[in-house]
Structure formats: structure tokens, C-alpha cells
């Protein structure tokens, strides 16, 4: 069985603003079954260069809870924030 995992990277611009982000965004995934696999900080690159230093990894059952949970009104709500707290790409990878 495959999973789908939505992959954040960022750089924090704002830490309350994004401490309030993260105290909001874990509710938003419960109802597509998403969890989170690990957040992290960057310790050094072993090859190449990545321009942030955060990582976040949340694993769901399916692409279409990947999709269903960006698109849902409560995550949505949510990235006027994010946006505010830090520079973020998400990119959804299958496995």
C-alpha cells in the first residue's frame, strides 16, 4: 500500500507568528488521517544547497487525502499565517 507525504521546508520569519501556525495546523489533519512523521532543522548539507533550514514530513494514506486536507477550508484558513510566519515549500511526493 501506497502513502502520500507532503514534505515542508522553510525558514521562520516570524517564530510567534509561527509557533501559533504550528499550534493550529496539527487539528487540521486529523480529519484526512494525516500525521506527522518528523520536523527537523537542517545541521549541513552533505551535497548541494537547500535554502531552508526547517523540514516537516506528514504522511497520509492517500494523494487524495494529501489533496483533500491542502484544500480544506480549515488548512486554507490557515496560510495567511503561515505566509506571514515563514517562507514555506510544500511538494507531495507518493511511496
Known amino acids: 500500500m ?3 507525504y507532503v514534505v515542508g521546508q ?4 516570524n ?10 495546523v496539527l487539528a487540521t489533519l486529523t480529519p ?3 500525521e506527522l512523521v518528523f520536523r527537523g532543522n537542517q545541521v549541513k548539507a552533505l551535497s548541494g544547497e537547500c535554502p531552508h533550514a526547517d523540514i516537516v514530513v506528514i504522511r ?3 494523494l ?3 489533496d483533500g486536507w491542502h484544500s480544506s477550508p480549515a488548512y486554507q484558513a490557515l496560510i495567511a499565517l503561515r505566509q506571514e510566519a515563514a517562507d514555506v515549500v510544500l511538494l507531495t511526493y507518493e511511496a
Open 2 to 4: 501506497s502513502h502520500a
Open 10 to 13: 522553510m525558514t521562520v520569519k
Open 15 to 24: 517564530p510567534e507568528k509561527w509557533a501559533q501556525y504550528r499550534g493550529q
Open 32 to 34: 484526512w488521517r494525516g
Open 60 to 62: 497520509f494514506p492517500s
Open 64 to 66: 487524495a487525502d494529501a
